[in-house]
């Protein structure tokens, strides 16, 4: 399923060439936004998919992507979302920044009918933009407002008398980034912020101790922050709060006749293999009434204030959505194919491991 998700978002990403701007030196706001859910069986493959991409948004008015799907099989006994009592898939991205996902599963019987199968839920929100820019040397910044993340696991047994199946839930924040520069290279970038929760089993004697431990998915790895992690003591319904952060994040600089491409991608998913065991994993809560406000903006600043036409530091207006000249389409594609294959490899790295 993961790289599923991944290539996914890089689909997503890649699209948005229908939306290329060109831009000076101004704060540009997401361009293309997208809703996804999907639910799973393994094996069996995809129960429910649904996309609701929504391109060239505007800030004024403000544009929203957004789906709630209600899985036909489990409950939402997250506490979270207390006005969907199905076990659910939520997603809202919107063109101010606003947005969150949210997952919750709890099954009590066979989560597809032989007893042996594992039932998975996906939501992700995207944010994504592509613009050429033709100005002075500049720095690009990423301003995030990452919402409080939240993975728990419904009904884990402390103890067993052997091996069994275990549950996951995940949440997760990222941004990718690719520059195609006019010589055909590329500069590519990644930010990670996230949090997984699973059980392990450890032999004490007869039985099997079943612990629950968590993973911070961080990138670069240290963050340039410290994570705050709390966890609830729970044994039997283990949950872990990551504290939401607010930061400026640093992109590549850039250059007259750079092409940009980046992707903000909010991410929870979970898996069960039911009978009285589930999973729930949030970033924000958008149907829930938690949406999180001033998700992102973006900001560009020239290098070198002094620069004739930069009027004294202030940023010139953006102009517009222009058609790029001939062959600065084709490097975008360049971009967003390494882009792509970037995650492509990501993923088969993490198959691999795993």
Avoid: C, K
């Avoid at 290539?7 to 293309?32: C, E, G, K, W, Y």
């Avoid at 992700?124 to 820019?133: D, E, I, P, R």
């Avoid at 500049?138 to 067993?160: K, M, S």
Wanted: aromatic share 8%; charged share 15%; net charge negative.
């Amino acid at each position: 399923m993961r790289i599923q998700q991944i290539m996914l978002a890089a689909f997503t990403a890649a699209v948005s060439v229908f939306s290329i701007q060109t831009v000076h030196a101004d704060s540009v706001i997401p361009v293309d936004l997208s809703a996804n859910v999907i639910e799973s069986i393994v094996p069996g493959g995809t129960v429910f998919h649904n996309s609701a991409p929504l391109f060239g948004a505007t800030l004024d008015p403000i544009q929203t992507s957004q789906l709630l799907y209600v899985s036909p099989v489990g409950v939402n006994a997250s506490g979270r979302s207390t006005n969907i009592s199905g076990a659910f898939a939520s997603s809202l991205a919107e063109s101010d920044g606003n947005g969150g996902v949210g997952v919750s599963q709890l099954i009590f019987g066979s989560p597809d009918g032989s007893g042996d199968g594992v039932r998975e839920l996906f939501a992700q929100s995207l944010w994504t933009h592509t613009f050429l820019y033709d100005g002075p040397p500049a720095h690009d910044l990423l301003h995030l407002n990452i919402p409080t993340l939240q993975v728990g696991l419904l009904g884990v047994p402390p103890r067993r008398t052997g091996p069994s199946a275990t549950e996951t839930a995940e949440a997760d924040a990222r941004v990718d980034e690719v520059v195609t520069h006019p010589d055909g290279s590329i500069t590519q970038g990644l930010f990670e912020f996230g949090i997984r929760e699973f059980e392990t089993q450890v032999p004490s004697g007869t039985i099997l101790l079943n612990l629950v431990d968590d993973e911070i998915l961080e990138h670069p790895n240290p963050l340039d922050f410290t994570p705050h992690l709390t966890f609830n003591g729970d044994d039997f319904n283990p949950s872990f709060t990551l504290e939401g952060v607010s930061f400026d994040l640093e992109m590549h600089d850039i250059q007259a006749g750079d092409i940009v491409s980046w992707v903000y991608t909010l991410t929870a998913e979970g898996t069960t293999h039911g009978f009285e065991r589930g999973y729930y994993a949030f970033l924000g809560d958008p149907f829930g009434g938690e949406p999180v406000s001033g998700n992102l903006s973006q900001t560009i600043t020239l290098i070198d204030a002094s620069q004739p036409g930069t009027g004294g530091g202030t940023p010139e207006p953006s102009t517009g959505a222009d058609v790029p000249e001939p062959g600065t389409g084709a490097l975008m594609l360049l971009g967003l194919a390494g882009l792509l294959m970037w995650r492509w490899r990501e993923a088969a790295s993490v198959r691999t491991e795993g």
